[in-house]
């Protein structure tokens, strides 16, 4: 009769596909050995090997038999306890072999070839190999110590992952607490943006990293927000050199101004002609604000909502950045994108250093310092306002990677 891998596991004289003889021999056996080496002999050019089994209930009933050996011979001899070991360690990692008994039963073959199939191990068949009992011990022993590795599933922690690594925008698909090739990829790239160990697994720097980005986060931005009221109040501090500011240095209101363009400005880059009595009247009834009456001061509040509602160069400029390279922003980085754009518009064109940084999912400051002054350093004027320019790229950074709406440069 033929038999399988299957059926020597747990046969301790069972090594490497070889002609299996038990150490406890009767006579029968003895007399049998002749037999066997011509069965052996004969085996050399078949694709089978011969094996002499006995029943433990009964030694004397040797049985001689035709083991069929795969072309690759990945089959282990597991005593009942290494079995159960293992499906101790697969049932602790969320697979499902059952009561662990030490039986290679259905449940437990299919508990290893999912975790096999799960770690993209060579063996994928359901045997118990080497490969699969290193890498389940790896897998075991990490999770024990609070680390999250590939080949883990249904699993709270690795779930969280995921959701987390999406929101920052490294894609693990839909979160299952499988911890499969997707996620593993998406941790690396997460990884390597952030300048960490690159190895694919999620221990205490690495989520801890994770968790501080994640914590950066506010709500998904909807563009037609616009700059939030703190987002505006950084940008006027910049850009309204005659604005009113409170004892903290923040901006409170904005003067009408007349440059002498043939037009109004108020708040942040919004104008109106002189001759437009339809738009003066509009500001009059929607805003409470007579843009003739230069040098009055208009709160700040109101000077955003006239920006949200009529500035739409930077923030559509911006919109179109993030649409472009299908990214969320939280609203710190929204509004340090907008401020950015603002001073220089020409940073989120393609090819330019927020469309170049935002495309490649860079979550690194240092890099985005870097390129962010290189491209400025390109500009003519770069010796005489460069201390200004480097000072402002630093509150644009500190605002978008931590949250921070305070002007400290």
Same mark, same amino acid.
């Given at each position: ?24 021999? !009767? ?6 050995? %002749? ?92 045997? +118990?190999?080497?490969? !699969? ?44 607490? !499988? ?58 501090s910049y850009e309204a050199t005659s604005a009113v500011k409170d004892k903290k240095g923040n901006v409170v209101s904005i003067p009408i101004l007349d440059v002498g363009d043939g037009m109004y400005t108020i708040g942040i880059g919004n104008t109106v002609k002189k001759t437009d009595t339809k738009t003066i009247q509009e500001y009059k009834e929607k805003y409470g604000v007579d843009v003739t009456k230069v040098g009055a001061q208009v709160d700040i509040k109101t000077c955003m909502k006239i920006y949200n509602d009529h500035v739409n160069t930077y923030t559509s400029t911006v919109d179109n ?49 870097? !390129?962010? +002054?290189? %491209? ?16 402002? +790229?630093?509150? %644009? ?13």
């Amino acid at each position: 009769m033929v038999i399988t891998d299957n059926q020597l596991i747990g046969n301790s004289s069972y090594s490497n596909g070889s002609t299996v003889i038990m150490e406890r021999r !009767t006579e029968q056996a003895k007399s049998s050995a %002749e037999s066997v080496i011509s069965e052996k002999q004969a085996s050399k050019s078949n694709t089978n090997d011969i094996a002499v089994i006995y029943e433990k209930s009964n030694p004397s009933n040797l049985k001689m038999v035709t083991y069929a050996k795969p072309s690759t011979v990945k089959a282990m001899a597991l005593s009942k306890s290494s079995i159960k070991d293992v499906q101790t360690k697969l049932n602790a990692i969320g697979y499902s072999c059952g009561t662990p008994d030490g039986i290679a039963g259905k449940n437990t073959k299919a508990a290893v070839t999912s975790f096999q199939k799960l770690c993209g191990l060579k063996n994928q068949s359901g045997d +118990i190999t080497n490969e !699969t009992i290193t890498k389940l011990n790896s897998v075991y022993n990490r999770s024990q110590k609070g680390v999250l590795s590939r080949g883990l599933r249904n699993n709270a922690s690795v779930k969280k992952l995921q959701e987390n690594l999406n929101k920052l925008n490294f894609n693990c698909g839909t979160p299952d607490g !499988t911890f499969g090739a997707g996620t593993e990829t998406a941790l690396k790239n997460f990884q390597k943006a952030n300048k960490l160990t690159v190895d694919g697994l999620a221990g205490s720097a690495t989520l801890n990293a994770i968790q501080k980005a994640v914590n950066n986060l506010k709500q998904p931005v909807t563009p037609s927000k616009g700059l939030s009221e703190n987002g505006f109040k950084l940008l006027a501090s910049y850009e309204a050199t005659s604005a009113v500011k409170d004892k903290k240095g923040n901006v409170v209101s904005i003067p009408i101004l007349d440059v002498g363009d043939g037009m109004y400005t108020i708040g942040i880059g919004n104008t109106v002609k002189k001759t437009d009595t339809k738009t003066i009247q509009e500001y009059k009834e929607k805003y409470g604000v007579d843009v003739t009456k230069v040098g009055a001061q208009v709160d700040i509040k109101t000077c955003m909502k006239i920006y949200n509602d009529h500035v739409n160069t930077y923030t559509s400029t911006v919109d179109n950045l993030l649409k472009r390279h299908n990214y969320t922003a939280s609203q710190n980085e929204y509004d340090a994108l907008v401020i950015a754009v603002y001073n220089r518009p020409a940073l989120a064109k393609e090819g330019h250093a927020l469309d170049t940084l935002i495309k490649n999912n860079n979550r690194n400051k240092d890099d985005w310092r870097t !390129t962010l +002054i290189n %491209e400025y350093k390109g500009l003519k004027n770069w010796n005489t306002y460069g201390k200004g320019w480097s000072n402002r +790229i630093e509150d %644009e950074l500190e605002l978008y990677f931590d949250n921070d709406y305070v002007r400290n440069h």
